[in-house]
């Protein structure tokens, strides 16, 4: 039996072993991830194998690269990751939801604080406050901010003669009046498509609801978003994705891809749990039984939280394609 070699005991399946890590002074994130691979455990070989991927997907010329993200996101410092990844051209189409079109644009004007998990909302209530998580949004930083700016463009649109819209016409129009803070007006500038399916859930889509009553002949056109995204998808040689925590923005990623035999690359950060039984907490490997990812494809999912994850894979990937 001690006579036995190690393709008898394992063949392949032990021919990676886990290395100790060594980090020295001068040693960048870079490096760090690609240590990952074998010195990292559980979660971090998730993360390291994340990167690469993205980074494969990123310098993939051929590949069509959707970026995904659910709107809190929007209301921390990670907004800056993700306008930097608009800015830097490193996807070619958005799909998010109306919150982050609401957090982009008063952020764009306005500030919003740190709080804590643990505040008083009835206290915070009372001093008109809004609480995201641990993010203090005051209420005029929000709703009357957001009514201001966004009927300012409804109005303007109309005037040039818009009726039928698509979100994407929406979300760009709106990009094109904010600063350079803002991962809208660099979608605008880089003609990047920002298509939100469920644009009325928000602050911006009941603005949109108000401007109706006044302007019967406005309506929001979601099926010409789908005609865009049909004609995205269908045109890809290749496609992949970098999926930012569940819900619909997720979905709407994955449920078109299928429609082209599924995605070639596919990451995915979540905080939920697969045993829930929803999509949120779904496996990307899970989209492969259903056509959505390819039998082939580079995928992983990443269990952690966004806005601790986003910098360091930023870093590691802004560093790839400087090297």
């Not at 619909?248 to 596919?266: C, E, P």
Request: glycine letters at 8%.
């Amino acid at each position: 039996m001690a006579g036995r070699t190690k393709k008898q005991k394992g063949g392949d399946l032990l021919r990676d072993a886990v290395k100790d890590y060594a980090i020295n002074d001068d040693d960048d994130v870079q490096s760090i991830f690609s240590n990952m691979a074998n010195s990292g455990g559980f979660e971090s070989r998730n993360l390291a194998d994340g990167v690469d991927i993205l980074r494969r997907m990123i310098d993939e010329k051929n590949c069509t690269k959707f970026l995904s993200f659910v709107g809190a996101l929007m209301s921390t410092g990670a907004r800056g990751i993700v306008r930097d990844m608009v800015k830097n051209k490193m996807c070619d189409v958005i799909i998010t939801t109306c919150g982050a079109l609401d957090h982009d644009i008063a952020r764009s004007y306005d500030k919003y604080y740190a709080g804590d998990f643990r505040m008083d909302d009835s206290m915070l209530l009372g001093k008109n406050i809004h609480r995201l998580g641990n993010v203090l949004v005051p209420m005029d930083n929000y709703g009357p901010l957001i009514e201001e700016k966004v009927q300012a463009c409804l109005k303007d649109m109309y005037k040039e003669g818009k009726r039928q819209i698509a979100t994407y016409e929406l979300t760009d129009y709106i990009g094109s009046t904010l600063d350079k803070s803002s991962f809208l007006y660099w979608a605008h500038k880089n003609k990047i498509p920002v298509i939100v399916p469920g644009i009325v859930d928000g602050a911006v889509g009941s603005q949109v609801w108000f401007f109706y009553q006044q302007h019967k002949d406005f309506k929001i056109d979601i099926l010409k978003d789908e005609s865009r995204l049909s004609d995205i998808v269908f045109e890809a040689k290749k496609s992949g994705a970098f999926m930012i925590g569940g819900g619909i923005s997720k979905h709407h990623t994955l449920w078109w891809n299928q429609f082209r035999g599924g995605m070639d690359y596919a990451v995915y950060i979540t905080t939920a749990p697969e045993w829930d039984g929803s999509l949120s907490g779904a496996l990307v490997a899970e989209a492969i039984s259903w056509g959505k990812v390819t039998t082939k494809a580079r995928q992983t999912t990443i269990h952690g939280e966004a806005t601790t994850l986003l910098p360091f894979i930023y870093a590691a990937l802004a560093k790839a394609r400087k090297t």
